[in-house]
């Protein structure tokens, strides 16, 4: 029985010592400058991140049709 009590007791004041916010649990700390990347103040050039994904997944196929190209006309050549 005494352990089943110290096992419950040492839980609750466990359980009272966790951080009860983000920030008290220091997660909020970056958060703020994550937020700065998408507001004015920032400098430089300012592209939304679909138009970046559709741009590098469109130089990912045009290398690999280069590729295929490549392989095609050299079959057709020699």
């Known amino acids: ?3 089943r009590a110290n096992a419950k007791s040492k839980a609750q004041s466990q359980a009272s010592q966790a951080p009860t916010s983000n ?3 220091g997660i909020e ?3 703020s400058s994550l937020l700065k990347l998408y ?3 920032t400098q ?3 592209v939304d991140p679909l138009i970046v994904l559709v741009l590098a997944v469109g130089f990912i196929f045009s ?3 280069l590729h295929i190209i ?3 006309t050299g079959k057709f050549i020699s």
């Open 29 to 31: 700390g970056s958060s």
């Open 44 to 46: 430089g050039l300012k």
């Open 1 to 3: 029985m005494k352990r």
């Open 70 to 72: 490549a392989k095609l």
């Open 23 to 25: 920030r008290a649990a």
């Open 39 to 41: 507001t004015e103040e």
């Open 63 to 65: 290398v690999i049709a």
